[in-house]
């Protein structure tokens, strides 16, 4: 068994390129909706890469105190605010709960990259070390959830997963074992990122990860797609309250959905590459159904982690057809970052969310930017155009560089 309690999901919260808030976030998912662009955030004219998708019409002061805001990064503000509207959405009053059995588990990537490279830049050009007393919080990733934990007063566990793109997943799977366990009522599980610097943007480039269709940017991350080039640089946060179902119901909470299952695995075979033959994503897949006592069979839907990169659809193509046989054919298969871009830590989280809306509301987002069918990518990607369809439990992938695997199963609540 994965879990000795149950555990559902009864507040989500968004921060995304193509809106912020959960109905926005998910309107535009389900119609099509592009976030990509040139990148604004800095001057990326002399980059081979100079698309990303960023957080648009986004004011940090709504969500915190403006002394905050000036002592903390980006990532760091998103995560803040898919925080607060995760709380209000679940209903759950912290005053009447015991701040030993709330907890946090957050996911990030990167962390405070844009801070080194922003305080690098500047001893570099003025020659003067002159640090702010903010520098190191600033960069720790871990201090994002110290901030909500110190305005909500959070005391239960505390972590920061850091596990490439799958880090999302991996804080709601972390978050699912630990209430599974008895160790908290309730946990805040978030997924937060953004990276738009120079350095990252030329190392993803200098990995041959990142598309260049510059003058396309609204079409440049086509996953599935054959003439993808390469993913397209996300940014934002997710947030998801879970809670012991006992608790819930305690409390007469919402119930959005519960969660079944969870795997992770590490593949041990490259830092970029996805292992031949998609043995770890096969194995994570497979370990999570079992988890969640579901057959194959029983997926209705499956958020892929889709990237828009040349091997790594073709090896999550290959993986769902090995776990699935037959019934893979006729599972809808998307992938949010058409229109997101990629959210890295934050991909994990929001795309969970997907996966609870589609179950809700029976709408499976499309897959957008969807042209031209790569012959070894041959499922029913759901292009252009959302579908309605039944769901009742779906599946989530999270799969990042050295071989970071994760794997969520949920499904629609029933007593």
Not at 30 to 59: H, M, Q, W, Y
Not at 234 to 263: C, F, I, N, S
């Amino acid at each position: 068994m994965f879990l000795r309690q149950r555990v559902v999901i009864t507040g989500m919260g968004a921060v995304t390129p193509i809106g912020i808030g959960l109905e926005k976030y998910w309107k535009n998912l389900k119609n099509g909706k592009c976030g990509v662009g040139l990148i604004t955030r800095f001057d990326a004219s002399g980059l081979p890469c100079r698309i990303g998708a960023e957080v648009k019409d986004f004011a940090a002061e709504d969500f915190m105190p403006k002394k905050l805001v000036r002592e903390t990064e980006s990532f760091m503000h998103f995560g803040l605010a898919s925080v607060r509207m995760a709380l209000e959405h679940s209903g759950l009053g912290l005053e009447k709960e015991d701040p030993f059995r709330v907890g946090i588990v957050l996911g990030t990537a990167f962390g405070g990259v844009p801070a080194i490279t922003e305080a690098q830049d500047k001893i570099s050009r003025t020659g003067a070390v002159r640090m702010s007393p903010h520098f190191i919080p600033r960069m720790l990733g871990n201090i994002a959830a110290t901030h909500a934990a110190i305005i909500y007063g959070f005391k239960g566990p505390a972590l920061t997963v850091s596990t490439a793109c799958a880090s999302g997943g991996d804080a709601a799977g972390l978050a699912a074992m630990l209430l599974g366990q008895d160790e908290a009522d309730v946990i805040f599980a978030v997924g937060a990122e953004s990276l738009f610097c120079e350095v990252v943007i030329g190392g993803l480039y200098a990995a041959r990860a990142a598309s260049v269709r510059n003058d396309e940017p609204e079409k440049a991350s086509r996953p599935f797609d054959l003439k993808r080039d390469g993913l397209v640089l996300g940014e934002g946060a997710g947030t998801v309250v879970m809670e012991t179902l006992k608790h819930a119901v305690k409390r007469d909470a919402p119930v959005q959905a519960e969660v079944l299952g969870y795997a992770n695995l590490g593949e041990g075979y490259h830092t970029t590459a996805p292992a031949p033959g998609g043995c770890g994503e096969i194995r994570c897949m497979r370990m999570a159904l079992e988890k969640a006592q579901v057959a194959p069979e029983e997926i209705d839907y499956i958020n892929a982690h889709g990237t828009s990169t040349l091997l790594g659809d073709r090896v999550e193509t290959m993986s769902i057809k090995s776990v699935f046989g037959a019934h893979a054919g006729k599972i809808p298969v998307s992938s949010c970052k058409g229109a997101t871009g990629h959210l890295i830590g934050a991909g994990g989280i929001t795309e969970l969310i997907a996966c609870v809306k589609a179950i809700q509301e029976g709408i499976v987002p499309p897959t957008i930017n969807y042209e031209e069918p790569d012959p070894e990518c041959d499922l029913d990607y759901v292009p252009n155009q959302a579908r309605k369809v039944s769901i009742k439990t779906a599946m989530s992938n999270s799969f990042g560089f050295g071989g970071q695997n994760a794997c969520l199963v949920v499904r629609q609540f029933s007593s």
